[in-house]
């Protein structure tokens, strides 16, 4: 703790602009990757650059994940290749739902 918290007595929060979850969000919820940003930062904090770059990669990769999805695209992708090449096969018929006929409704 510092002995003068200068952010605290000019009213001003900095750690708020650097960090992008933090930010003031809509009804006061904390947004939806808060926690992993939180969890990186805390890795890193006190240790340095270099090593918080190596110590801190599983909190960082998360982080990235909840931000981007990409490895969640990346399996989606390959789940409808293969559902797509199981349909060639003939080995995987989707059910009408699935193929965009509704059912009949009353």
């Given at each position: 703790?510092?002995?003068?918290?200068?952010?605290?007595?000019?009213?001003?929060?900095?750690?708020?602009?650097?960090?992008?979850?933090?930010?003031?969000?809509?009804?006061r919820k904390?947004?939806?990757?808060?926690?992993?940003?939180?969890?990186?930062?805390?890795?890193?904090?006190?240790?340095?650059?270099?090593?918080?770059?190596?110590e801190c990669?599983?909190?960082?990769?998360?982080?990235?994940?909840?931000?981007?999805?990409?490895?969640?695209?990346?399996?989606?992708?390959?789940i409808l290749?293969?559902?797509?090449?199981?349909?060639?096969?003939?080995?995987?018929?989707?059910?009408?739902?699935?193929?965009?006929?509704?059912?009949?409704?009353?």
């Open positions: 703790m510092p002995f003068w918290d200068l952010q605290r007595q000019l009213g001003i929060d900095v750690d708020t602009w650097l960090l992008r979850q933090s930010m003031p969000q809509p009804h904390a947004s939806a990757c808060h926690a992993f940003e939180r969890e990186w930062v805390e890795c890193g904090h006190g240790l340095g650059r270099t090593r918080a770059q190596r990669q599983p909190e960082y990769e998360d982080f990235m994940e909840c931000m981007h999805r990409t490895k969640l695209a990346k399996r989606l992708k390959i290749e293969q559902r797509d090449k199981m349909i060639k096969e003939g080995k995987y018929t989707p059910p009408d739902c699935h193929k965009g006929k509704e059912e009949p409704r009353p």
